[in-house]
């Protein structure tokens, strides 16, 4: 069985062990590493993985290893585990969930011929419906790249891509989770705003969000010609679309992507241009 750690157990360090552990990985090969105790014992608590303070014992002998420290963190991180992941009896794998990071700054900080890895994940990992895009360092084989595609796949659906599209990638899933959020936040204070109780706007905003992306994910039809059916002509939806259509819906996306792309490409530069990526607190 392989085993795991999992530097940072945090947002995304969590939604992973949640994913594993649920998707069939065995809670005593999974480590998990924080600097505070107490975060690594509830962790312990909910998933029966085995938890560390120090991160170095963390990932003596494990197969792989998964950064979700801050991007800011993990050139740091990644540099003190160095010599541990030299001294393992067997290639240990690097795999950063980090936000911007390119993989030039992590292989720079551990030894030539190590495998890395870099991941864009989101946080509906956390129900096994996240979606993972990878990218595979210069050292990294197929079969090591598989292997990181195979374990992500218990946590949801995985996708290999060029590491110049991590930027775009970021944008389109590592922080849409929170547009999608917001969407759902924004219908049910206007059905609170049409005097409907909250609970109730809740139910019926979070259900229908949810029917819809069933039904993009499991039929045959793309979102386009889902919303043209359910337009009917001079009825109540295309009065509704309409009216998003004139409140800029579309300009908001174009803009919301492109800035959480730029972002994520300042991050890159900053790592590249120090150990740390300065003070920003950003995913
Ligand atoms: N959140 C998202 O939706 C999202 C989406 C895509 C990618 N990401 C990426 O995922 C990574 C983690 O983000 P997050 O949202 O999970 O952050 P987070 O909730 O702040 O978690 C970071 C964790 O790292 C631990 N940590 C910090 N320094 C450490 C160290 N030196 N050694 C060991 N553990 C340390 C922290 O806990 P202690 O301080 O208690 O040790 C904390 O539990 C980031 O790089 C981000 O870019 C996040």
Not at 151 to 165: A, I, R, S
Request: charged share 20%; with cysteine; hydrophobic share 40%.
């Amino acid at each position: 069985m392989t085993k795991i750690a999992v530097i940072g157990g945090g947002k995304i360090g969590e939604a992973l062990i949640a994913g594993l552990v649920s998707g069939g990985v065995s809670a005593k090969d999974v480590h998990v590493s924080n600097r505070r105790a107490e975060r690594g014992g509830e962790l312990t608590e909910e998933y029966g993985i085995v938890d560390f303070t120090d991160n170095r014992q963390a990932i003596d002998g494990v197969d792989v290893v998964f950064l979700c420290v801050k991007p800011k963190d993990t050139t740091a991180v990644l540099a003190e585990l160095s010599d541990t992941i030299d001294n393992n009896a067997e290639d240990t794998t690097v795999i950063s969930m980090a936000a911007g990071v390119p993989l030039k700054s992590l292989e720079d900080v551990v030894s030539a011929g190590t495998p890395v890895v870099r991941v864009m994940p989101n946080t509906p990992m956390l129900v096994g419906r996240g979606m993972c895009a990878v990218s595979g360092g210069r050292f990294v084989s197929d079969a090591q790249l598989e292997q990181v595609c195979d374990l992500l796949d218990t946590v949801g659906d995985v996708v290999v891509v060029e590491e110049n599209q991590m930027d775009a990638v970021t944008a389109m899933s590592g922080s849409s989770p929170a547009y999608l959020f917001l969407v759902a936040e924004a219908m049910i204070d206007g059905g609170v705003n049409l005097g409907l109780p909250r609970d109730l706007a809740s139910r019926l905003a979070v259900s229908t969000l949810t029917g819809a992306a069933h039904m993009m994910l499991e039929g045959d039809l793309g979102p386009s010609e889902l919303r043209a059916n359910v337009c009917s002509p001079g009825g109540t939806t295309i009065a509704a679309v309409r009216a998003l259509e004139e409140s800029g819906i579309r300009a908001a996306f174009y803009r919301a992507t492109q800035v959480c792309a730029q972002r994520s490409a300042e991050i890159g530069r900053m790592s590249a241009g120090s150990a740390g990526a300065g003070d920003d607190d950003e995913d």
